[in-house]
Structure formats: structure tokens, C-alpha cells
């Protein structure tokens, strides 16, 4: 009578325990049955209940490593959502991090993730679809995209911008990016007051603390190496097993589990020895870049010594507006000048102060149109730019409000890229450009605005408000900057890396910048993050899946 609870509450004590130490729940789960079992009331002392305790873990310690493990390289978004996903569905994550900590460019996203056909377009009146998605993608990639991958792209967008906003990112203010038919790239609203929100800031920042939510409860379900840097694959027997790193105190060592997935982002800021610019982009090695210093292409450079087939490589996005800073306009690290800034109503000028292009055209056409259409802007006008063809961004309040105060504050009073000029004589003088030439700019543009003419460069869309030659108005200095790299290892619908024999590397995935194909040769703004958490979840479900597949064959 007295001995059945003692072995109840022993045998629950017991579950936990083995539980805790990362059995397979559904072992420990037998092994509770037979707790309860007659048979094993029939032992009469503690002692005995001991020993078959012992006995019970010494046979099921090989079993320890049932649990699927994912080794994930890279802690941007693509990383992060691959993790979260991996652990939502009940695997393992090792996630490996060069840096100090999780972000990667993502953390920098500024003008938003797209989504075609959300609750939020419709609540604004915004009619849109995958398909339209898809046909502007397309368009802006010259067709070069993989088909089938933009197509998955497209059709999980709202499911994306769903699961961003389940881990508490407010995504529901709505930007018009160039090369786009329909405003589609969410962000966060901007509070009329206070510290900007940055998109990908916010968004990276929410996905760590889930996954710290996530670990506090099972602390087995994440682990997380920063200051590690993988600098090697292992494959045993064809299949892919885990990674090599170093750590920041120079120290190699193994990281294994049942599969990897990479996600270590892209070149843009590669100029070391073996640089992927220099190798696919020469042309581009003269302009400054938007990039982390962390993003050398090393999952693009050490897949590809394990013979994975790499795809527009020699397709590098240039950027048309990165700020000058006016303290260091030469420079090589610029900060990027949101691309919701053109989607809010700023103007682009060049020193003769006319319009030289569509604000919102594609990326590549705006950096053509600067290249071609703006001339350097001598030292006498806000610092210059350093001998590089620039542009010079107009706002007035309006558009300023509409982009919002906090995040303009920080461009304009913070790190002082814009100067403000009571009116556009003011701007004129500064410039040193006859007054009649901008005011005849401004004015052209609030007639086309307004629709009384069809602009010269074929835009269509005009958001927020034209500026009056009278009103005050911020000029600050942009140049062209290298910003993304379209280029990356070749990965099927599953994530799978692909070989150059266009056969998948067994245990081998990738998502993300470190990726290619979806963009073509040209990327729409926002379909990066898109491309980041899409993909990242497909990764993850992938890898765990093959993880899990090892797993009971271990078993
Ligand atoms: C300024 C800026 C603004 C942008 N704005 C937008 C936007 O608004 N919308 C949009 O869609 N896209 C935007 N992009 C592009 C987008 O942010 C990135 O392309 C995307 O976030 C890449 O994500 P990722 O996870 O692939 O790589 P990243 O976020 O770059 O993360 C890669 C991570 O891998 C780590 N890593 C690299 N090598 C190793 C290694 N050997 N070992 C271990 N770790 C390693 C890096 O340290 C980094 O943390 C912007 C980019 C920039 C630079």
C-alpha cells in the first residue's frame, strides 16, 4: 500500500530527469510505463529502484544524441528563421556566428519585407497578388531568375511576413520600392516621436529574444557560438556532417550534427586575397559598399571547394544612394539612404540641379542614370563627394513626415547627411546654380506630379507631395555604393545545395544571400528579407528532416 506513490513520484522524478538530459521523449515515455508497470513494484527497496535506474540510463545513454541536430552557419535573418523553424518542429540548433553577435546585414534592413496580398494591403486598398510578384520580379531580373524558386518565393510571402509578425514585429506600415507595381514592402510605422524603429534591426532583435524564449524553456534546443567562424566542411562518407571553426582565440575545432545549413550571407564587402569581387566584379571594386565588413562570400568560397555549383556570380546590385558623409566623404563604408526615403517623396538632382531620371526606377537604371547624368560635386557643397558621380536627395517636411521624424532626424541631425536650406534660392546659392534652373525643376515636377504632364523618364507613381521652390527644403549628397550580390550557390526548391553535376550535396543547405538565382540579375528592394525568411524555413524544415531521417537510423 505504502510503496505504490513512492514509486509514482519516483518514476515521475525519473521522466524529468531523463528528460532533462535530452532522451528521446518518446523512450523516456516507455520507460515511465514501466514505472508504472506491476513488474516493477515487485522491487522492494529504494535500493533496488536505484540500481534499475542506473541500469536504465547506462543502456539508453547511446540514445542521447536522438534528438536531430542542425548545425546553422550565420546568424542573419536567413539563420535566424532557419532556427526558429528547426526548433518550432522540435529539432536541435547549433547555430555558429563569426561575429560578436547575431545581426549580419540584416540588422541594417531598412526599407522593409515584401508581401503581395496581406491583410495590411488590403486594409490600405492595395490590390495585389504572388503572380504580380512574380512578373515584377521577373522584370527586374531580366528573366534571368530561377522560375521555380521565385514562384515559392512569392507564394510564401504573406505566410513570411505572418511569421514576423507572430515574433512581435509591428510590419504594418507599407512602403512603394522602385521596379515595384504596387506598394508591397512592409515596415514598421514610425512613431512620430523618439528613436527610429529600423526594420531589420527590430526584426532580428525579436527573432533572438523568441529564441531565447525558446532556449530558457529547453535549454538543449539552441545552442549558440559567437566569435566563431566556420572555416571548413566535413563530409563523411558523401554526406555532410557538421563544420570546422575557428574561434577568435584562434583555436580549431569540430562542430557536428546530422546536417548544415548555410546561411553566412553574401560578398559585398570582399577585398581580401581571394576576393569574389575581384573575381566576378572587377568593375565594381571602385565604389564603396553599404556591407559589414563580415561579408567575404565564405560560405559561397568553402561550398564551392566541395564542388557546389555556383550561379550569377558576376550579378553585383550597386546601389544608386548611399549618404556621403560630409566628415568623410571618401568613405569606403557607406550607410545606405533607404530606398523608403525615394518611396516617400524624395526628389533626386544632380549639381546642374535638374532631374536627371526616374526616383523609383530599378536600381540598376537609377545607378546608370547617376553614372551618366551626375558629375561629381565639388568640396564647396556640403564636402563633396570625393570625385565620385552623385546625386543630390531633395525633401521637404512633408515627405519627411511621411518617411518619419525619428529615422530622418537620425540621417539629418545625428550623423548630419542632410542640411537643411530655407528655400530652394538658398539651396541654389550652395550649389552655386542659377536659382531659375532648380525652381524651374521643382515646378516641372509638382505639374507632373499633379498629372497635368507625363514625366520625361516615365514615372508613374508620386508619392506623398511634390516641393515648392519656397518652402525649406534638405539636400544631402548620395552616391552609387556596392549593396547586394544576386550571385551564390545553387540550391533546389528543398534548399538543397546543388553540385556541379547538378546532383544536391547530401546534408548540405543554404538560404539567403549566400544563395542565387532568385533575383536574377537584379534584385527588387524588400525581396532580400523575403528571400531570408522564405528560404530560412525551408532550409530549416529540410535539414531537420534529413536530421531526423539520420536520427532513427542511429537509432
Ligand atoms: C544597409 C542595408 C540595407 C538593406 N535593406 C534591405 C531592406 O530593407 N529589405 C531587404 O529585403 N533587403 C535589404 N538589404 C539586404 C538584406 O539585408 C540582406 O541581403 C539580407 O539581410 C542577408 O541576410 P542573410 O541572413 O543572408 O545574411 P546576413 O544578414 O548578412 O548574415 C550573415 C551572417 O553570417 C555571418 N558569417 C559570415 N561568414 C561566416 C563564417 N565564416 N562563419 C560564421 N559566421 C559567418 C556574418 O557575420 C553574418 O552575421 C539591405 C542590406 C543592407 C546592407
Not at 23 to 50: A, G, K, W, Y
Not at 92 to 98: C, D, F, H, S, T
Not at 431 to 440: G, R, T
Amino acid at each position: 500500500m505504502f510503496e505504490l506513490p513512492v514509486y509514482k513520484i519516483m518514476g515521475f522524478f525519473f521522466l524529468i530527469f531523463i528528460q532533462f538530459f535530452g532522451f528521446n521523449p518518446f523512450l523516456s515515455n516507455i520507460c515511465f510505463s514501466l514505472c508504472n508497470c506491476p513488474l516493477i513494484f515487485t522491487f522492494r527497496t529504494v535500493q533496488n529502484l536505484m540500481n534499475w535506474v542506473l541500469f536504465s540510463v547506462a543502456v539508453m545513454a547511446p540514445l542521447m544524441a536522438a534528438e536531430p541536430t542542425v548545425v546553422v552557419v550565420g546568424g542573419g535573418l536567413a539563420g535566424l528563421s532557419a532556427s526558429l523553424e528547426i526548433i518550432t518542429e522540435g529539432g536541435r540548433v547549433i547555430l555558429i556566428e563569426g561575429e560578436n553577435n547575431t545581426g549580419g546585414n540584416s540588422a541594417k534592413a531598412s526599407s522593409g519585407i515584401n508581401g503581395a496580398g496581406t491583410d495590411t494591403q488590403e486594409k490600405l486598398g492595395i490590390h495585389d497578388s504572388p503572380e504580380l510578384l512574380v512578373k515584377d520580379t521577373l522584370s527586374a531580373g531580366d528573366d534571368e531568375n530561377d522560375k521555380v524558386l521565385v514562384k515559392i518565393l512569392a507564394e510564401k510571402s504573406v505566410e513570411a511576413v505572418q511569421f514576423l509578425r507572430n515574433v512581435g514585429v509591428d510590419l504594418t506600415d507599407i512602403n512603394l520600392c522602385g521596379g515595384h507595381s504596387v506598394p508591397r514592402t512592409h515596415w514598421i510605422p514610425s512613431p512620430k516621436e523618439g528613436r527610429p524603429i529600423p526594420a531589420g534591426f527590430e526584426i532580428m532583435k525579436r527573432l533572438r529574444t523568441r529564441l531565447n524564449e525558446l532556449q530558457e524553456k529547453n535549454p538543449e534546443s539552441f545552442r549558440l557560438m559567437t566569435q566563431t567562424k566556420m572555416v571548413g566542411i566535413i563530409r563523411e562518407e558523401g554526406k555532410v556532417v557538421g563544420v570546422e571553426v575557428l574561434s577568435a582565440k584562434g583555436e580549431q575545432s569540430k562542430v557536428t550534427g546530422d546536417s548544415v545549413i548555410l546561411a553566412t550571407g553574401g560578398f559585398s564587402a570582399d577585398r581580401s586575397n581571394d576576393s569574389l569581387l575581384s573575381e566576378f566584379g572587377k568593375q565594381t571594386l571602385g565604389f564603396p559598399s553599404t556591407n559589414g565588413a563580415f561579408a567575404k562570400g565564405d560560405g559561397v568560397k568553402i561550398a564551392r571547394a566541395l564542388g557546389a555549383k555556383l550561379v550569377g556570380m558576376e550579378r553585383i546590385q550597386i546601389h544608386p544612394t548611399a549618404f556621403v558623409d560630409p566628415k568623410e566623404p571618401a568613405a569606403g563604408t557607406k550607410f545606405l539612404a533607404a530606398e523608403a526615403l525615394r518611396g516617400k517623396g524624395a526628389l533626386l538632382i544632380n549639381s546642374e540641379g535638374k532631374r536627371f531620371g526616374n526616383e523609383l526606377g530599378r536600381r540598376d537604371y537609377t545607378t546608370n542614370r547617376i553614372l551618366e547624368h551626375a558629375k561629381p560635386i565639388g568640396e564647396d557643397f556640403q564636402g563633396g563627394s570625393a570625385e565620385r558621380n552623385a546625386a543630390i536627395m531633395l525633401m521637404n517636411e512633408a515627405t519627411i513626415d511621411a518617411f518619419g521624424r525619428p529615422a530622418f532626424n537620425f540621417y539629418a541631425i545625428v550623423k548630419k547627411f542632410f542640411k537643411k536650406y530655407e528655400n530652394s534660392e538658398e539651396l541654389a546659392k550652395a550649389l552655386n546654380v542659377e536659382y531659375s534652373v532648380i525652381k524651374a525643376t521643382l515646378d516641372d515636377y509638382k505639374e507632373i506630379f499633379e498629372g497635368k504632364k507625363e514625366d520625361p523618364f516615365g514615372k508613374k507613381a508620386f508619392p506623398v507631395s511634390a516641393i515648392s521652390p519656397h518652402e525649406p527644403i534638405y539636400a544631402a549628397i548620395v552616391v552609387p555604393a556596392i549593396h547586394y550580390t544576386m550571385g551564390g550557390l545553387k540550391i533546389d526548391e528543398h534548399a538543397r545545395v546543388i553540385d556541379e553535376q547538378e546532383k544536391p550535396i547530401d546534408g548540405l543547405y543554404a538560404a539567403g544571400e549566400v544563395t542565387g538565382g532568385v533575383h536574377g540579375s537584379n534584385r527588387l528592394g524588400g525581396n532580400s528579407l523575403l528571400e531570408c525568411v522564405v528560404f530560412g524555413r525551408v532550409a530549416g524544415r529540410s535539414g531537420l528532416q534529413v536530421a531526423t531521417d539520420a536520427s532513427r537510423s542511429e537509432l
